[in-house]
T-cell receptor, first 118, second 115 residues
Framework: GAVVSQHPSRVICKSGTSVKIECRSLDFQATTMFWYRQFPKQSLMLMATSNEGSKATYEQGVEKDKFLINHASLTLSTLTVTSAHPEDSSFYIC??????????????FGPGTRLTVL | AQKVTQAQTEISVVEKEDVTLDCVYETRDTTYYLFWYKQPPSGELVFLIRRNSFDEQNEISGRYSWNFQKSTSSFNFTITASQVVDSAVYFCALNRASGTYKYIFGTGTRLKVLA
């Protein structure tokens, strides 16, 4: 149980185009999902918290108009990188919060999406 | 402020050796949760363990064991008889027991197990 998928796993696009990444919780409902960015050999950097049916909460320094997040259902959140530039090239990882008792929820991570902007 | 420190950037061991990955955390909360995740070369973070601050019992799962010491704010991870498949980056994380569910991640320890 607690499987999270991401699609696509790898994408190459031209500068100026938009790219949409999907994150799905396959066997549980997740009211909360997270989007992270990871640079080579570095830790995960939280970009935003995605809540089903409401606006995402962005971390300081993350442009909400650049990284559009939509959490339209309890099993799907999408991240759209708009007008992508080479500096947006990175590994993007999502996680879904598996509800537990009290505050014992645990984040389960997707396999990540490697974005390369030419 | 909350913080997670993984001082070991990279560790190399020979197969079958035991290895311990250190994790030291800082928090003013009395209730919190600690996690370990494994990130193999494929990139996906794999959940290994969650420990709440009131449970100081050490845990063993196969070749993996965890030592939680509140007195030293440490949550160390030991792999016994390491195998090449254990090669990965391991992240320790801290989560508050109230408010948001955001994790504070350490910088990770890259473990290389040589055949």
């Amino acid at each position: 149980g607690a499987v999270v998928s991401q699609h696509p796993s790898r994408v190459i696009c031209k500068s100026g185009t938009s790219v949409k990444i999907e994150c799905r919780s396959l066997d549980f409902q997740a009211t909360t999902m997270f989007w992270y960015r990871q640079f080579p050999k570095q830790s995960l950097m939280l970009m935003a918290t995605s809540n089903e049916g409401s606006k995402a909460t962005y971390e300081q320094g993350v442009e909400k108009d650049k990284f559009l997040i939509n959490h339209a259902s309890l099993t799907l959140s999408t991240l759209t990188v708009t007008s992508a530039h080479p500096e947006d090239s990175s590994f993007y990882i999502c996680s879904a919060l598996l509800p537990g008792q009290g505050h014992t929820d645990t984040q389960y991570f997707g396999p990540g999406t490697r974005l390369t902007v030419l | 402020a909350q913080k997670v420190t993984q001082a070991q950037t990279e560790i190399s061991v020979v197969e079958k050796e035991d290895v311990t990955l250190d994790c030291v955390y800082e928090t003013r909360d009395t209730t919190y949760y600690l996690f370990w995740y494994k990130q193999p070369p494929s990139g996906e973070l794999v959940f290994l363990i969650r420990r709440n601050s009131f449970d100081e019992q050490n845990e063993i799962s196969g070749r993996y064991s965890w030592n939680f010491q509140k007195s030293t704010s440490s949550f160390n991870f030991t792999i016994t008889a390491s195998q090449v498949v254990d090669s990965a980056v391991y992240f320790c994380a801290l989560n508050r027991a109230s408010g948001t569910y955001k994790y504070i991640f350490g910088t990770g320890t890259r473990l290389k197990v040589l055949a």
